[in-house]
């Protein structure tokens, strides 16, 4: 029986989750979803929504979003075609992280997932044109409590690497944190 490999982030409760392959000259089977090894590290195991994001252009940003309280969602994030350079920043007031981010490659070859906890917020900018995104959340959406903060807040440093050349209207006018 295969399992997931759980690495937590430098921000407590935030995983990059690799799929433990079990390969033979078929190619290779692997588990990508268990509640009880989510339950067992700590993690929110109710998925109850699941959304897939495409993007056409190289340099789509999509993000920074949360659910405000009580709606609070945790994420499972993954990259199932092309790649992309994924964020989350801790927005946990109380969090001795708070304001902190951190980011992974997430690409439809690597495997790896993101889990984002609650009071995380979330983006990605797409790598490569005609990229794809599978997202699985705790929650389910809620628009009058849909929130975002700014991919380019001062208050956060994110360092992208690359030009964003695509984003919508509402995520490049998100506010600014306030304390």
Request: hydrophobic share 40%; proline share 4%; glycine share 6%.
């Amino acid at each position: 029986m295969t399992s997931m490999i759980f690495k937590e982030t430098r921000l407590k409760g935030a995983f990059l989750i690799e799929l433990d392959r079990l390969g033979d000259e078929r190619g290779f089977f692997a588990r990508a979803w268990d509640q009880r090894e989510f339950e067992a590290h700590g993690l929110n195991p109710e998925m109850v929504q699941c959304s897939i994001s495409f993007n056409s252009k190289k340099g789509t940003l999509r993000g920074m979003h949360y659910q405000a309280a009580p709606y609070e969602e945790a994420k499972l994030v993954r990259c199932t075609r092309r790649a992309i350079h994924d964020v989350i920043i801790d927005l946990r007031r109380d969090s001795t992280t708070f304001k902190q981010w951190a980011a992974e490659e997430l690409t439809a070859d690597n495997y790896r997932m993101h889990y984002v906890p609650e009071g995380f917020a979330h983006g990605f900018v797409t790598l490569r044109d005609l990229t794809e995104v599978f997202y699985q959340m705790s929650q389910l959406h809620v628009p009058t409590s849909a929130r975002g903060v700014r991919w380019d807040d001062p208050a956060f440093g994110i360092q992208w690497p690359i030009a964003v050349e695509v984003i919508s209207d509402r995520d490049r006018n998100y506010p600014d944190l306030t304390v």
